[in-house]
């Protein structure tokens, strides 16, 4: 069975950086395309990023908003997905959701508040 | 960038009901249409894949159809656990896209 489960979530302020964790487990994390999705407060769906696997590359995608700011990477020792945020703003507040695949499995999400 | 439109944003139906949702496309995306469904306070699932495919485990009261533009899910009998946010999501080669979602409540 698929599981994954994020953390790293916190309150940090503006300008400042983070990195969200994604811990899988039931398959190989570097034979998977993952994604992360978002979900400010009260708000709708947004994507984040994707990372290819491993076979097709490794290769990663960013949205506009993030692009330049974000980077996905993988500790395949640990089966683990990381999203590295930086330079936050507080439009960045959100939940952060990683999904297998294009969303047959989701985490629970980690909050990510961005304040002064 | 293809947009995806849904509606209606909000939806009051009673239980029994059979409820409809509309998912429109900006252009042709062929079959490459998926459905989630949020219930409060939980992270979404997916319902449908590939326009019309359920995923493991979704009740068969729930089914998804269209192809190019236009794209429904329909609920045959409303239960009061569907109580939810849908979203239709597109997938292609390098990005996801969301619908902002309809609201289905209970009367």
């Known amino acids: 069975e698929v599981q994954l489960v994020e953390s790293g979530g916190g309150l940090i302020e503006p300008g400042g950086s983070l990195r969200l964790s994604c811990a899988a487990s039931g398959f190989t994390l570097s034979n998977a395309w993952m994604n992360w999705v978002r979900q400010a407060p009260g708000k709708g769906l947004e994507w984040v990023g994707r990372i290819r696997s491993k076979s097709d590359g490794g290769t990663t995608d960013y949205a506009t908003p993030v692009k330049g700011r974000f980077t996905l990477s993988r500790d395949d020792s640990k089966n683990t997905l990381h999203l590295h945020l930086n330079s936050l703003e507080t439009e960045d507040t959100a939940v952060y959701y990683c999904?297998?695949?294009?969303?047959?499995?989701w985490g629970q999400g980690t909050l990510v508040t961005v304040s002064s | 960038e293809i947009v995806l439109t849904q509606s209606p944003a909000t939806l009051s139906m009673s239980p029994g009901e059979r409820v409809v949702l509309s998912c429109r496309a900006s252009?042709?995306?062929?079959?490459?249409l998926s459905w989630f469904q949020q219930r409060p306070g939980q992270a979404p699932r997916l319902l449908i894949y590939?326009?019309?495919k359920r995923a493991p485990g979704i009740p068969a009261r729930f089914s998804g159809s269209g192809s190019g533009t236009d794209f429904t899910l329909t609920i045959s009998s409303l239960e009061p656990e569907d109580i939810a946010v849908y979203y239709c999501?597109?997938?292609?080669?390098?990005?996801?896209?969301f619908g902002g979602g309809t609201t289905v409540q209970i009367q």
């Open positions: 590939d326009a019309s």
């Open positions: 999904l297998y695949g294009l969303g047959s499995s």
């Open positions: 252009q042709s995306i062929s079959y490459y």
């Open positions: 999501q597109l997938r292609n080669n390098w990005r996801l896209t």
